[in-house]
Nanobody, 126 residues
Framework: QVRVAESGGGSVQSGGSLRVSCTAS????????MSWFRQAPGKEREGVAM???????FYQDAVKGRFTISRDVASNTVYLQMNNLQSADTAMYYC????????????????????WGRGTQVTVSS
């Protein structure tokens, strides 16, 4: 059974850091494109970062230089390290996998990902 599960969200003050994690099972993690999306209240879900099977990474412009996506194949885990967090980063963060596809889509297309977690909340206070 394909499953992805997020953990590590929480509350932090503006300028602080958090790391969220996503553990995957039920598919070949090392050969999948993994991603993080987020959804703020009243807004559409948007892509934040992606990492492909050869560890090439992609970021939304708003988080470049502040967020880092990485993966640990040994533990089937993908991470999102978030630094210099701002109130605009407050959202539910979702992990998504493009199972069976080594390469990530050319853009943050929700339909390109077939396995989603339930999300973990990140709240940044000013």
């Amino acid at each position: 059974q394909v499953r992805v599960a997020e953990s590590g969200g929480g509350s932090v003050q503006s300028g602080g850091s958090l790391r969220v994690s996503c553990t995957a099972s039920g598919f070949a993690f090392r050969n999948a494109c993994m991603s993080w999306f987020r959804q703020a209240p009243g807004k559409e879900r948007e892509g934040v970062a992606m990492i492909n099977s050869v560890d090439t990474t992609f970021y939304q412009d708003a988080v470049k230089g502040r967020f880092t996506i990485s993966r640990d194949v040994a533990s089937n885990t993908v991470y999102l390290q978030m630094n210099n967090l701002q109130s605009a980063d407050t959202a539910m963060y979702y992990c998504a996998a493009r199972t069976g596809m080594m390469w990530c889509p050319p853009s943050f297309s929700r339909g390109a990902f077939d396995a989603w977690g339930r999300g973990t909340q990140v709240t940044v206070s000013s």
